[in-house]
Nanobody
Framework: QLQLVESGGGLVQPGGSLRLSCAAS????????VAWFRQAPGKEREGVSC????????NSADSVKGRFTISRDNAKNTVYLQMNSLKPEDTAVYYC????????????????????WGQGTQVTVSS
């Protein structure tokens, strides 16, 4: 059974940090590009950051560049999102998702490309 499980969310003060994890089971994460999306209350889901199948080449939304870093550990079948300098506007449910891509394709933050999704983890940035 293919499954993606996000963890690491929680309540943090503005300026703080969190690291989200996306663990895959039932399939090999290394065959997929992986992305993080988020959805805030009353807003549409938006792409945050994605990473290609091999290497560390990533694509991130302008709103998180310089603050969020996506990385992957294929040996652990896990992708991470390190979030620093968090702002109240980062409050959302964060989802990871995977896309079938060719080996060296760059990833895109277009959710229609993504086939499997996790259930999400809540991130709340508030004082």
């Amino acid at each position: 059974q293919l499954q993606l499980v996000e963890s690491g969310g929680g309540l943090v003060q503005p300026g703080g940090s969190l690291r989200l994890s996306c663990a895959a089971s039932g399939f090999t994460l290394g065959y997929y590009a992986v992305a993080w999306f988020r959805q805030a209350p009353g807003k549409e889901r938006e792409g945050v950051s994605c990473i290609r199948r091999v290497g560390s080449s990533a694509n991130s939304a302008d709103s998180v560049k310089g603050r969020f870093t996506i990385s992957r550990d294929n040996a652990k079948n896990t992708v991470y999102l390190q979030m620093n300098s968090l702002k109240p506007e980062d409050t959302a449910v964060y989802y990871c998702a995977v896309a079938e891509t060719s080996l060296f394709s760059l990833c895109q933050l277009d959710e229609t490309n993504y086939n499997y999704w996790g259930q999400g983890t809540q991130v709340t940035v508030s004082s």
